[in-house]
């Protein structure tokens, strides 16, 4: 997005991050993670109170696939996988985390659940264990979708709503669902 941290707007008088992670938190998932890079202080302080885990990945400006690998190595070893939730999409709701954790269980969790709206793939979506070797040897601004389709697995969508597909990649974005940027 480039000048104010995105992660840092507020959203009804609060951080998006925390919003975001507070609604992980609300959820059936058995921990929650979060990954700092980009300012990480000012990250960890909007978090500061939570009984989350945080885990700092020094390496974020080499995209995507650093802060994925960050993640899935700080995940329980007895976790049946990890729930990948974006901090930038501010429509998503515990209710829909449940969802996605409800359809995971179902399959035994074997198969990648992924987020959807109105047909079209989108974000959270949650990962087996299986596929934990194969992200470890990722690199770039890549996540683990090519993984998904390489692998073979099954593949849950979950309608959750428009939640699904609003992240705030941009100031228009982030003012349209309601953000408002802090310095």
Do not use: C, Y
Not at 167 to 174: F, G, H, I, K
Request: hydrophobic share 45%.
């Amino acid at each position: 997005m480039g000048g104010p941290n995105k992660l840092l707007a507020l959203f009804d008088g609060k951080p998006l991050v925390r919003r975001t992670a507070e609604r992980a938190l609300g959820s059936k998932a058995a921990g929650t993670i979060v990954v700092t890079g980009h300012q990480r202080e000012r990250v960890r302080s909007a978090l500061s109170g939570l009984d989350l885990t945080l885990a700092d990945n020094p390496d974020f400006a080499e995209g995507l696939a650093s802060s994925l690998k960050t993640g899935i190595a700080k995940v329980a070893p007895d976790a049946a996988g990890a729930m990948i939730v974006l901090g930038d999409m501010p429509g998503v709701s515990s209710k829909d985390l449940d969802s996605l954790i409800d359809a995971f269980r179902r399959s035994g969790g074997r198969a990648v659940v992924r987020a959807a709206h109105q047909g079209k793939r989108g974000n959270p979506v949650l990962l087996p264990r299986s596929l934990f070797p194969a992200i470890a040897h990722l690199e770039g601004d890549t996540g683990a979708r090519h993984l998904v389709e390489a692998e073979g697995l099954d593949v849950i969508d979950v309608e959750i709503g428009q939640g699904a597909a609003i992240d705030v990649d941009t100031r228009e974005a982030l003012e349209g669902a309601g953000g408002v940027l802090q310095d």
